[in-house]
């Protein structure tokens, strides 16, 4: 049984070099983690197996991103995302997160794994900006239409969700231009 911290405005950071990597079934169960996983969510194996996977949601994740999460994973492509990940005592830890389905040799989906690396400061600050927008819209208005001013975002960008997030997690020149145009767009 998994009791939901109260949540602490404080950080955890960890080594670059620290992958975090999960695999769930197809309803977002866990079946598997590494020895990384359990030393920054600070939950052992023991608790994460067969439990889902919002067990680390943070409040401050907007619902759209899990809905593209799923959308693509579903339907058997790979998607990328910046998350915002709440562990066992509360605290957060910020990642890139690569989410790809796995097939059998008859092509269907069995599994879904997420590996995930430690997001880096400029990431963090640009994504940090679009989810409290996207956040409040969707405690006010709701899911849809913080999908509508995402997608109103990237196409005033001329971007896909997966180009956007292939610039963001790229090195820092390009994520200083673009953290500039989203602070131009949102003043
Ligand atoms: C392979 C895989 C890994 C996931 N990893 C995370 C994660 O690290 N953190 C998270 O909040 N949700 C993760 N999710 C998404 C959750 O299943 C869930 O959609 C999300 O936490 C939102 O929870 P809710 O639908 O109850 O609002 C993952 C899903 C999959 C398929």
Redesign the pocket.
Known sequence: MIYRPIVLDEEIKFSKKKFIV???DLK?KIIFINKNFSEVSGYTESELIGV???V???PD?P?AV?YL??QK?LAGNKISGV?K?LAKDGRYYW?I?D?EPKRDKDGNITT???F?RAAPQDVIDTTEELYATMVAIEKKHGMEKSLAYLEGFLEEHNLSYDEFIAELIKPKGIIAALLSTFKKVFG
Do not use: C, D, E, Q
Request: hydrophobic share 50%; net charge positive; no cysteine.
């Open positions: 999960s695999k769930t977002g889902p996977h919002n680390l949601r943070h994740m619902r899990f999460v799923w994973l998350i990940n990642v997160a989410f879904l794994t997420a995930r």
